[in-house]
């Protein structure tokens, strides 16, 4: 089965230091985009950044950045000099296709991270 | 540019009642995913709607229904609830075609209790 998986409930950092957050991904699309999205304790959900599968370089967005590993179909999110802010909980995406043969961006069970002062 | 709006943000109801939650998708976008979220089982995709079609479907019982209207806005409906479907429903929109990348764009979500 198709499937986006976070090994990692639950991580901590002192603030001011770097996390990893590991995911891997079992897409049988051949051209897609990645995403990470963070999820505070308020719920919204929100786009933290996202990766083109075709893309060589990895993304980075301020803080945020990712090893994209397609051969391995490894994604994952390393956030730098983490602020108190970053407490959430994280979730990779991916495409995968559903029973309906369309693609449906699927999620991994999220790892919540909890930033230490 | 307004975001996803999602409607009643709470609400509690006894099972065997039905419910239905509303969401408003970002102007311009056509494409909207209902997803269910619970501590235990993280996000599971319920249907995707696209031009008042169901698109996408996951693997849900039929008491999960859901439609989108000519205005992109779309409604899901679960009836004869159960303890179980207590969760947070997270509607969420994207352009739906063209340029679309697959990002969702997501709302604040709808509380459901279910006593």
């Known amino acids: 089965a198709q499937t986006v998986t976070q090994s990692q409930p639950e991580m901590s950092v002192q603030e001011a230091e770097t996390v990893t957050l590991s995911c891997t991904y079992d897409?049988?699309?051949?051209?897609?985009?990645l995403f990470w999205y963070k999820q505070p304790p308020s719920r919204q959900m929100i786009l933290v950044i996202r990766?083109?599968?075709?893309?060589?370089q990895n993304a980075t967005e301020n803080r945020f950045s990712v090893n994209f590993q397609k051969a391995a179909k490894s994604f994952s999110l390393k956030i730098s000099d983490s602020q108190l802010g970053d407490a959430a909980m994280y979730f990779c995406?991916?495409?995968?296709?559903?029973?309906?043969?369309?693609?449906?961006?699927?999620f991994g069970t999220g790892t919540r991270l909890t930033i230490i002062p | 540019k307004a975001g996803v709006t999602q409607t009643p943000r709470y609400l509690i109801k006894t099972r065997g009642q039905q419910v239905t939650l509303s969401c408003s998708p970002i102007s311009g976008h056509r494409s909207v995913s209902w997803y269910q979220q619970t501590p235990g089982q993280g996000l599971q995709f319920l249907f995707e709607?696209?031009?008042?079609?169901?698109?996408n479907k996951g693997n849900f019982p039929g008491r999960f229904s859901g439609r989108q209207f000519s205005n992109s806005r779309s409604e899901m409906n679960v009836s004869t609830l159960e303890l179980g479907d207590s969760a947070l429903y997270l509607c969420?929109?994207?352009?739906?075609?063209?340029?679309?990348?697959?990002?969702?764009?997501f709302g604040e979500g709808s509380r459901l209790t279910v006593l």
């Open positions: 990766q083109e599968a075709y893309k060589q």
């Open positions: 897409t049988s699309e051949s051209d897609y985009y």
């Open positions: 995406a991916s495409p995968l296709i559903s029973n309906f043969g369309n693609e449906k961006l699927t």
């Open positions: 709607y696209f031009s008042e079609t169901q698109r």
């Open positions: 969420a929109s994207s352009p739906g075609q063209g340029a679309d990348t697959g990002e969702l764009f």
